[in-house]
């Protein structure tokens, strides 16, 4: 199976190239990404815990899913795909904002993307994904808020940002 290519973006968002995902991330060139969050009618957000044996932050707790999109793919469409690679079901998802950061890791990567958030709804229990996610549970946005704060080391670094910068996009009732 050959590499995952992710699609390298200027500040607009507008597509400068392709590249494989470890090539990306080792020179930290601006790449297109997405970040995931599943809620139930209690607005309890599913989260996941990554796979022990991820290149980078695993063990994390993060967002119910997050990827790259695929040359051609929409956003929407890299989302809902994802979501059943990973948590074993697909629901609507509404794309509510994007941002771009920075994130070098230990091991000499570094997360340089602009990420699009989108917001969906689930009822029901997934079917996790071993080789993709570890662990995974349902939890209030307060006690979440809460947890970063106490254990900011146990989360990954996109979704602290996302908690603390764009909050306002995820905290969607209805």
């Given at each position: 199976?050959s590499e995952?290519l992710?699609?390298?973006?200027?500040?607009?968002?507008?597509k400068?190239g392709l590249?494989p995902?470890?090539?990306?991330?080792?020179?930290?060139?601006?790449?297109?990404?997405?970040?995931?969050?599943?809620f139930?009618n209690?607005?309890?957000?599913?989260l996941?815990?990554?796979?022990?044996?991820?290149?980078?932050s695993p063990?994390?707790?993060?967002?119910?899913?997050?990827?790259?999109q695929?040359e051609?793919?929409?956003?929407?469409?890299?989302g809902?795909?994802?979501?059943?690679?990973?948590?074993?079901?697909?629901?609507?998802?509404?794309?509510?904002?994007?941002?771009?950061?920075?994130?070098?890791f230990d091991n000499?990567?570094?997360?340089?993307?602009?990420?699009?958030i989108m917001v969906?709804?689930?009822?029901?229990?997934?079917e996790i994904?071993?080789?993709?996610?570890?662990?995974?549970?349902?939890?209030?946005?307060e006690?979440?808020?809460k947890d970063?704060?106490n254990?900011?080391?146990?989360?990954?670094?996109?979704?602290?940002?996302?908690?603390?910068?764009?909050?306002?996009?995820?905290?969607?009732t209805?």
């Amino acid at each position: 199976m050959s590499e995952e290519l992710v699609i390298l973006v200027n500040e607009k968002d507008e597509k400068i190239g392709l590249m494989p995902k470890m090539e990306a991330h080792e020179k930290a060139l601006l790449h297109r990404a997405f970040s995931v969050f599943v809620f139930n009618n209690k607005n309890e957000l599913m989260l996941q815990q990554r796979a022990l044996h991820k290149y980078h932050s695993p063990g994390l707790w993060t967002n119910t899913c997050c990827s790259h999109q695929r040359e051609g793919e929409s956003n929407i469409d890299a989302g809902k795909r994802r979501l059943q690679e990973e948590m074993g079901f697909v629901t609507e998802l509404e794309e509510t904002t994007s941002f771009i950061y920075k994130a070098p890791f230990d091991n000499g990567l570094t997360e340089h993307e602009l990420d699009h958030i989108m917001v969906g709804y689930y009822k029901g229990e997934p079917e996790i994904n071993k080789d993709e996610v570890a662990d995974w549970k349902w939890m209030p946005l307060e006690d979440v808020k809460k947890d970063i704060d106490n254990n900011p080391q146990e989360y990954t670094a996109w979704f602290k940002i996302i908690f603390e910068k764009f909050y306002q996009h995820i905290n969607i009732t209805k």
